[in-house]
């Protein structure tokens, strides 16, 4: 299920219909869930960019906002990240920030339960921002090579590379439905991931516009120090 972001005419009203979600699931949780819950509605209300859609901020002014210290805060993040509330788009190394974006999703999941305790009016709106399931697509190639692509199967998450398009295909959508979908992983040498694009532009259109969520996943599962290579 693939929610929109929260852009255009109602976006307002969504927003308010999305922490209202939040709240009304983690009021019906255990105590540690109700407070895992609170800190991330304070945390998205001060710091989050729906624009980009994406939440940077610090593990100090975390630590500031929720009046605990860091220690706390890694392990809360943990915690959302770990049930999939937050995705983790890029690690924080080097006095880099790190990216997460809210999962939409799971939280829709996660507070549909719980609608009904809002009103039937609530049930209304949360079900019309709600996409009905899609039928997948299987994209054949015709010729001496039959290809079936989708999203990685169990099989696949056994290796850090399908566990990185796993995370492409949760946080990136979009691209990776247009672009990251038909890598292929070549090998691993020297910290180096090599990728196999389908054709030189789509390889040099990752290189320039789209590489930065590739590496944040790949340095997600095999190593901070890893880099991409790209080849047609």
């Known amino acids: 299920m693939e929610i929109k972001r929260f852009t255009g005419p109602q976006a307002g009203s969504q927003k308010y219909d999305l922490l209202t979600a939040m709240s009304v699931a983690g009021l019906n949780g255990t105590k540690g ?20 859609d994406e939440l940077t901020v610090g593990q100090k002014e975390m630590a500031r906002l929720w009046s605990v210290d860091q220690r706390t805060v890694k392990r809360e993040v943990k915690r959302l990240t770990e049930c999939k509330i937050l995705l983790q788009l890029r690690p924080g190394v080097r006095g880099r920030v790190a990216a997460y974006r809210l999962n939409y999703s799971e939280i829709f999941r996660l507070s549909e339960p719980t609608w009904k305790n809002v009103g039937s009016d609530f049930v209304s709106r949360m ?3 709600t996409p009905k399931p899609e039928n997948k697509v299987v994209r ?32 990136e959508t979009l691209l990776f439905k ?24 789509i390889a040099q259109y990752i290189q320039s516009h789209h590489l930065k969520p590739l590496l944040g996943a790949i340095q997600l599962e095999f190593g901070q120090s890893f880099k991409v290579g790209l080849i047609e």
């Open 33 to 52: 869930f109700q407070c895992s819950m609170m800190r991330l509605i304070a945390l998205v209300t001060a710091r989050y960019n729906w624009r980009v």
């Open 127 to 129: 079900e019309a921002q």
């Open 140 to 171: 054949v190639q015709f010729g001496q090579d039959t290809t079936v692509t989708s999203v990685p199967t169990e099989q696949d998450l056994k290796n850090p590379w399908g566990r990185a398009l796993r995370r492409l295909s949760q946080s």
């Open 178 to 201: 247009s672009w990251y979908r038909d890598l292929e992983h070549v090998e691993t040498q020297n910290q180096i991931v090599i990728l196999r694009a389908p054709s030189k532009f």
